[in-house]
């Protein structure tokens, strides 16, 4: 665990060419908020709401809502492609998520992600940070993140990607 930022890295920390992989935090996140009292008294549920809030804040572009595939430990961007598993993982932790001003902002992120990358016979599932195509496969493991994803969201939520 990466201590200043909460978040678990792919590394040992301190490792050269370490990263802090976005997608994670944000599955981490979800995974140990449905624990529910699993994890009470670790310390893994509060380094992982800073884990989030690093994430979300280093690791969402701003003007896409594109989660970025990796970060270094200062939160710098090492790798701007952004594939569709993180942007899943990043739906369910906003749809968990215990602060009602976050959870307010799933809205717009499934609205972004529609637009971003399903398209009518499937999805892409990666994009450069400016939006061109970078793997035009559709790999199987994906369905997992994106019926994960569906089933996370409440039902009130948008119809589009409900349906």
Request: proline residues 6%; negative net charge; contains cysteine.
């Amino acid at each position: 665990m990466h201590a200043p930022s909460g978040c678990i890295a792919e590394l040992p920390v301190g490792a050269s060419d370490n990263r802090l992989e976005p997608g994670h935090q944000f599955e981490w996140y979800w995974l140990v908020q449905q624990a529910g009292a699993l994890f009470d008294g670790t310390g893994l549920a509060e380094a992982l709401d800073r884990a989030f809030t690093f994430a979300q804040q280093h690791g969402v572009d701003p003007d896409s809502g594109g989660v970025y595939a990796s970060l270094d430990e200062a939160g710098n961007v090492k790798d701007a492609s952004q594939r569709i598993w993180a942007q899943t993982e990043y739906l369910r932790a906003l749809a968990c998520h215990g602060d009602p001003a976050v959870r307010a902002q799933l809205q717009g992120q499934i609205e972004r992600f529609e637009q971003r990358f399903l398209h009518p016979r499937g999805w892409f599932e990666c994009k450069t940070a400016n939006g061109q195509i970078a793997r035009a496969d559709m790999p199987s493991t994906t369905p997992y993140h994106l019926a994960t994803a569906y089933a996370s969201l409440p039902a009130s939520e948008d119809p589009g990607m409900r349906s």
